[in-house]
């Protein structure tokens, strides 16, 4: 099965600046995803992202807070904008192959 | 809108006991899947149920699914500590674009 690269592992960022992750995937994949999931809480779908056309976002999430590139089958990245306290949480990305769904190891985010 | 609901929520439990996550959805899905997440960690991928009556067991785990009643379960047999972790279910529905909708997460504690 597909292996994703997720960086940073983890960021400790000031208010009002913007953290940009990413993933890298060693095969090409079709249909990405991207998570996050707040301390002690699920997983809650942000945006899928296809590669040749505009992510798709999930009620409550849009794109001038989290922008979503993909530029080509194997890489993807997501932004976080204008961060709060409120965004500190781990972002995941995944994805969907044949196989089922692969998880990357998480960017933990800290913003203070 | 699909919602997958687990119980219970927490699950403190000595070793050598046996007990049972539950996984309620609530319309009819195309595949099930059990996760694992150790504390700062990503999700490791245990279990996909796709039909109804599957039953599959890896170690002291088992997971069943009976898509009649929306339900799936995770049985622990003889746990010992090093099961403890958050256990996830999750639900995908092709119609909805192959996006996994999560239950909120069993977090498991085995006690020696």
């Known amino acids: 099965s597909a292996v994703i690269s997720q960086k940073p592992s983890r960021d400790i960022c000031q208010r009002g600046t913007s953290l940009t992750i990413q993933c890298q995937v060693d095969?090409?994949?079709?249909?990405m995803f991207w998570y996050r999931q707040q301390p002690g809480q699920s997983l809650t779908l942000i945006a899928t992202?296809?590669?040749?056309?505009?992510?798709?976002?999930e009620s409550g999430f849009v794109i001038d807070k989290f922008p979503i590139s993909r530029p080509n089958l194997t890489f993807s990245t997501l932004t976080v904008s204008n961060m709060s306290p409120e965004d500190s949480s781990i972002y995941l990305c995944?994805?969907?192959?044949?196989?089922?769904?692969?998880f990357g190891s998480g960017t933990r985010l800290t913003v203070v | 809108e699909l919602k997958v609901e687990q119980n219970p929520l927490f699950l403190s439990m000595q070793e050598g006991k046996n007990y049972t996550i539950y996984c309620n959805y609530s319309?009819?899905?195309?595949?099930l899947y059990w996760y694992r997440q150790d504390p700062g960690k990503s999700l490791e991928s245990l279990f996909v149920l796709l039909s109804n009556g599957a039953v599959k067991q890896e170690g002291r785990l088992m997971a069943s699914l009976d898509t009649k009643a929306r339900l799936s379960t995770l049985h622990i047999t003889a746990a010992v500590h090093d099961l403890s972790a958050t256990y996830f279910c999750a639900v995908v529905k092709e119609t909805s674009g192959s996006r996994l909708t999560f239950g909120e997460g069993t977090q498991l504690t085995v006690n020696p």
């Open positions: 995944s994805l969907h192959t044949n196989y089922g769904y692969t």
């Open positions: 992202a296809n590669q040749g056309s505009e992510a798709t976002y």
């Open positions: 095969s090409q994949v079709t249909m």
């Open positions: 319309t009819t899905s195309d595949r």
